[in-house]
């Protein structure tokens, strides 16, 4: 029945678009060309080429190339305008049934001609052109804007642009945010393939697993169009990778990297390359290979705002392996077929020890904690696919798997623990410091209290087909596109988790066996340090005569194991017309998304009266079917060559994250004696499978000045209103759960709203400097639940202000560029009754560039370069959540490159 629902869905679609598709004189001819520099040595990529009598407009692609199909006969005028190139005209004539083709040199303007294929003004040339032509609001970061910075990964390249910020791990960034929104409502592809996410539970994509390298272009819509997928509330972020036909001549480049991290004294090396080669005119392959080898840590101090403190130090070693490897064949202008794969994959080897402090006078104690753990995670894609023209239709079609995971094998934890009343601190300050006397200090009075070791995998594939096909089309005289198009995407997202806690039969372990020199820690007196070797080698060569925790052993891995299965249909109809110097893009989306779960309601049973422990498991499955219709409108005026105005109004969805959807219940049972009578308590924690997807109507108004150089001036409002916004909240008593104590359950809250400004300027000089800056101001309200009432608080995660600021300068033989960017603090969640919020972040990182020669450059990057902390606090500024600090680190490089 779902194929047959779709099936008709598609057909009457098409038949639509077909009804309104006016005729088309057979005859017409066809415009093909492209822009390039007279030395052919590089595409002009953005480029803007008009025909100024029927005022058509289309862009050049990555390769320079362009296409007008559907021309009638006559003598035409093209004009081609780049920013920071004088624009040129040319004249062309056009027969019935013909091709006329056009060859368009750049380049002859004194503004960026000699520096342009190697500086930093060639990657904001490239971004902005593309930014300019765009059916969309949106922001390009190119390769070599990438280059110009000292960045490690997709999402710090991200960070640069109006609007983002990035959420950070160990200093790192890891996941992107798009005006405030919870990177689980972004949506992430990778050469035109959603990306599922390798961690377990959510569908955000940490976008540190792709080294830049293997980037060729990042842009970011923050307004959608019917052709692209739905769930995008935030925005959707467009991951390219190099390809061959992208470079005028066949490229290749090698990069050695040295880095040093000031907080561990540790040298980290990196190793990557690049190739791109056209084997004949008909064939392409474009490859790139990144191995970064990073050695650093962290030191941090933690409290609960009450009793407790925590002091944490972090020694850590990742490793990034990234590959791409594509294959174009062109057999002529009119067919294209392609071949994209990407590789890449991320460990992270953690060693932690952490001291825990309770304070309760007389019974304060103090918890000596190690983490031994080894995770790695993947991310493989590979799309095959193909565009023909045909006639006066166009056809793309393209088919894709992709797979992501993560692996967590044999994670060790230890506890010990210990009595101790001298311990105090205070805590209303941000890096509270534990004092202690020498009894705390000696492991030798600590016992072995828990020895636990989980096994966590997680695995996340989709496989997808997509069909498009568009036509001109001529409305009233005036030119336009009608385009038509499915898309099938079938997820499924696993989670295993085996987890065994052993609790006795440490009467004869001596603590002070496992003792270590005290670790390097900068935030106070941390005592003895833990051997992590001696740990893994005693439990290894005893694991089998310890005691397991057999019933809190069940609930901890079958309660964390569950699939989730997701199945979506999308088809969509859009037009877009030219109407004197306004441009619209018009039409609507419909998504089916078929939606299953399967886990384990799991419940531990603790009976005093009946002297019953036990762990009761009963599988539980459950499903939903639910869909969309998604209109959008977008809209570009141009009230000349150098002011154009954008307007914008989508309707999108976010599906909830898969462990808020997931088929699992944790339950804990306890009867025990009360005043000589039993009392039970019941307490859960559960998935509901039947939340429904976050719902969006969105708005946005930009105005955007190109001042002719290399430059742009934009300003946006925006507004969000967000429905069935996802909270946590207490169900207890609710049908279903009567007679609980608490259960804990994610359900569907009120409404959402989101609004900001965003103001933008980016500037090249001719003298050599260029200047980036940008700012978002932005405020939002959301409704919560605190101790099961309302509560008014804004999103999670959302700044009110995020910033950027980028000096550069650009001579010959050099360049630098200093960048600074900052957020706001935010309200990151409700902890008890009490706000915790992530305070202000403000980080400076430096780049210098030096050409040894046209192929040979050296270069030096300060990353964090003001010392910047991670700090969370709860209420107020001065009472400690969290500090954690990460130290400057300095990278040292080379790069041959060959043009």
Known sequence: MKT??????????????????????????????????????RSYTGAKIQIKELNLVTEAGSDGSFRFPAIPAGSYTLEISYLGEESVTQKIEVNDND????????????????????????????????QRVSDRISSVVSADAIGQFPDQNAAESLQRLPGLSIERDQGEGRFVGIRGIDPNLNNVTINGLNIPSPESGVRSVALDVIPSELIQTLEVSKSVTPDMDGDAIGGSVAVKS??????????????????QNTLRDETSPKLSGTFTKKLSNQWGVAGAVSYFDRSFGSDNVESNGDDELEQRHYTITRERLGSALNIDFRPDFNNQFFLRTLYSEFSDDEYRQANIFTFDG???EIERESKDRYESQSIFTVAFGGDHQLSKWQANWQLGYAKSDEDEPNALYYVFKTDNASIDADLNTQRPEITQNADAMDLANYEVDEISIEDNYAKDTETSIKFDLSRPVNIGGYLGELKLGS??????????????????????????????????????????????????????????????????SKVESQGAT???????????IMGSIDIEKLHVVAGVRYEQTDFATSGMRVELVENAQTDVEDVINTPWQASRDYHHWLPSLNARYSFSDKLQLRAAYTQTLSRPKFEDVAAFQIIESKTEEDDGSFVTEREAEVGNPQLKPYEAQNIDVTLEYYPGDIGVISAGLFYKNIDNFVVLADVAGTPGWEGFDEVVQPINGESADLSGLELSWVKAFNNGFIIAANATFTDSDATTLLDGEEYKTSLPNQSDRIGNLTLGYEADAFSVRLATTYKSENFEELDGDILRMEDDHVQV????????????????????LSDEPFYHYFDQPNRNAQYETYGRTFELGFTWQLN
């Open 4 to 41: 047959a629902y779709s099936t008709v869905a598609i057909a009457c679609l098409t038949a639509l678009g077909l009804c309104m598709t006016p005729s088309v004189h057979a005859a017409d001819g066809i415009i093909i060309g492209s822009v390039k520099d007279a030395a052919k040595a």
């Open 99 to 130: 091709i006329a083709r056009a060859v368009v040199i750049l380049g002859k303007g004194a503004t960026i001609d000699e520096i342009l294929v190697r500086g930093q003004r060639s990657g904001q040339a490239s971004a902005i052109n593309q």
């Open 242 to 259: 190099v390809s061959a036909f992208d470079k005028p001549k066949d490229t290749a480049s090698v990069t050695v990297q040295a880095s």
């Open 362 to 364: 007389e019974d304060s």
């Open 487 to 552: 898309k099938y995407r079938s997820r499924e997202k696993q989670r295993d988790s085996q987890i065994t806690l052993f609790d006795g039969d440490f009467d004869n372990l001596d603590a002070a066996q496992f003792g270590a020199p005290s670790p390097a820690y900068k935030l106070g007196d941390f005592g003895s340090g833990l051997d992590r070797k001696a740990m893994r080698t005693f439990f290894n060569a005893n694991r089998n005569s310890l005691e397991i925790d057999q019933l809190n």
């Open 562 to 572: 569950y699939v989730n299965e997701e199945d979506i249909f999308a088809a969509y």
């Open 845 to 864: 990182d430096l780049m210098a560039r030096y050409y040894l020669s046209d192929t040979m450059q050296v270069y030096f990057n300060g990353v964090n």
